[in-house]
Structures are given as structure tokens and as C-alpha cells.
């Protein structure tokens, strides 16, 4: 098992701080973050490690004044790849990213400037979306000849739905500000998306890791799943969750009187 000190990063800052919460930051600022293949192939590893490494909340962010450009389109003009060869690109996209959404660990994203393309390909595999007031979230692939191949027919039209995936992409549509939280691109529009970020990452990661990988695992399972077998599958999770040793102190508490109670605060 790959151990966290033991990755290679070129195109990523990754650090972990004493709570055990990872900052993973796109740094290729000068390339507008764009997603290369190499940054693919360091995100499969990041979130292949993290969570076995008892990381218990992990910060998505990038350097410099965008957030992501999308697809690499030079590295994928040089290449003049072919459609096999694409499609294989694609499919360490999708390995990266479902590692994100699938793998246990609350991701949180800080979005800034452009979320573009396969920018928000990426943004939409995180669990929570914090955006700053600049954050701006287009589809151009059709713009630029090409098609989503990184999750978005899926991750995206989840978010948006289908009729809005599709006019973003036919009219060239960018949402920001206040209309990008109405319609569902992100949760949270704020001036300090970095501070947000943390705070919703410091209180996630009180929550016991059994509890937080069943929240950022299970329940995108069970979207992918018929009704009957999501209730099935939530009862067998929750079978497991609500039966930790964890949760025991946790309902002690309440049972003695002295829990914190869950109230509107102000
Ligand atoms: C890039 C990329 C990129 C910038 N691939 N190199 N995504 C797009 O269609 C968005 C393309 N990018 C832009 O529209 C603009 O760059 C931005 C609005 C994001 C930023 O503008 P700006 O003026 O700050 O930067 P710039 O001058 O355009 O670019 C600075 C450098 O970043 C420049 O490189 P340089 O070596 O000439 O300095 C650009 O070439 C480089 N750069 N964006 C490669 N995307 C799995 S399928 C997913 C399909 C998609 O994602 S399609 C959407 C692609």
C-alpha cells in the first residue's frame, strides 16, 4: 500500500496537516491548472492514498487566479491522439474522479475564476463546493469541437439537470454569483472561499470516518441504484455506522443530558 510520503507530484502540492486534513492544490497556475495527463494520473494516486491513510477530510483547491481550464487542449492538440487512445484518457479520468466521489473521504472544493470544462468535471466530484465571488462555471466543449469526457453527463446534469447541461453547452453559457448556487454548480458563494472551506473541513472531520465514509461513498451508490436496492444497501450501511463503538460516547451523551443540541445558531 502506497504510503503518502512515497507519491510522486509534479503537478500537485499535497500536504497534511496534524488534524489530518489534506490540502491537495493544483499547481500548474501558468497553465490555468490545466488537466494534463500527468495531473490525472496524480490524482488517481492522491485519492487512491488518502483514504487509507486515515485522512479525514481533504481540501481541493488550485494556485493562481483560476480554479481549473479544463482538458489540457495543447498536450491534447500535441498528442493528435486517437479515439482509442482517448478513450483511455477518459477512463483514468473517470478512475480519478470516482476514486474522489466514491472513496470515503469529505472533499471539498475551493473554486476561484474559471471552473471549466473538465475543471468542473473535477469540481463536481468533490462532496461540498465553496465558490468565491469571481468563480465563474461554463461547458465550452462544444465551443471548442469537442465533447465532455470527464464525468459531466453524469456528474453535472446530477447537479444542474440534463436541460441546463445541455443549454450550457449549445449556448456557450457561463453561470456565477448568486445563479450558480440557485441552479446547483456549487453550495456555498463567499468572499473567503479558502476560510469556508476549512471550517466546513474542521467540523466534518469531528464526525467519526465511519460515518463520513458512509456519507461520501454510500449515498452516491445508492443513487446509482434501483429504490429497493438503495434501501436495502442503506440499511445494511447503517446496520454497520450506527452500531460503532464511535457513536456510543456520542449517544451516551444525549441519553446523560449533555450533548450539544442541534439548534439554529444566533
Ligand atoms: C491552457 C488551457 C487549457 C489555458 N489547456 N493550456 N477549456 C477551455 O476551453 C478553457 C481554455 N482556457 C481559457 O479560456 C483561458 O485560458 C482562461 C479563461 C481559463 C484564462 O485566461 P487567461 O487570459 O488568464 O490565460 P491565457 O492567456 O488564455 O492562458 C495562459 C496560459 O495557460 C497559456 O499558455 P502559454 O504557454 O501560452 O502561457 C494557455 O495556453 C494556457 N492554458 N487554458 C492548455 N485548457 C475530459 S474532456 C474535457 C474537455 C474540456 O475540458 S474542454 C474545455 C477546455
Redesign the pocket.
Known amino acids: 500500500m502506497r504510503k503518502i510520503e512515497d507519491l510522486q507530484l509534479q503537478n500537485i502540492l499535497l500536504e497534511v496537516d496534524a488534524d489530518g486534513i489534506a490540502t491537495v492544490t493544483l499547481n500548474r497556475p ?3 491548472n ?3 495527463l500527468a495531473t490525472i494520473d496524480e490524482l488517481v494516486d492522491i485519492f487512491t492514498t488518502l483514504p487509507r491513510a486515515g485522512i479525514r477530510a481533504a481540501i481541493l483547491r488550485a494556485n493562481g ?2 480554479f481549473s ?8 492538440h500535441r498528442e493528435e491522439r486517437s479515439a482509442s487512445d482517448f478513450m483511455h ?2 477512463l483514468r ?1 473517470h478512475e480519478a474522479f470516482n476514486k474522489m466521489e466514491y472513496g470515503g473521504v469529505p472533499i471539498i472544493a475551493v473554486l476561484k ?2 471552473v ?4 468542473l ?1 473535477l469540481a463536481s466530484a468533490a462532496h461540498i463546493r465553496v465558490a468565491s465571488q469571481d468563480s465563474y462555471f461554463g ?3 462544444g ?2 469541437g ?5 464525468g ?1 453527463t453524469i456528474r453535472v446534469a446530477d447537479l444542474i439537470g440534463k436541460a441546463r447541461m445541455i443549454d450550457m453547452m449549445l449556448s456557450g453559457r457561463l453561470y456565477r454569483g448568486q445563479e450558480a448556487v440557485d441552479v446547483g454548480l456549487c453550495q456555498y458563494l463567499v468572499d473567503d472561499a479558502e476560510a469556508k472551506a476549512w471550517e466546513i473541513a474542521r467540523n466534518a472531520a469531528k464526525n467519526p470516518p465511519l460515518s463520513n465514509f458512509a456519507i461520501c461513498s454510500a449515498i452516491s451508490h445508492m443513487q446509482n441504484m434501483s429504490a429497493l436496492d438503495a434501501a436495502y444497501a442503506e440499511a445494511v450501511v447503517a446496520g454497520v455506522v450506527n452500531t460503532q463503538e464511535a457513536a456510543k460516547e456520542r449517544l451516551a451523551a444525549f441519553a446523560g443530558g449533555t450533548a450539544q443540541k442541534i439548534k439554529p445558531q444566533g
Open positions: 501558468t497553465k490555468r490545466a488537466l494534463d487566479d483560476h481550464a479544463g482538458l489540457d487542449l495543447v498536450e491534447h484518457v477518459c479520468w475564476g474559471a471549466v470544462g473538465g475543471g468535471e461547458l465550452p466543449e465551443q471548442r469537442l465533447f465532455t469526457g470527464g459531466a
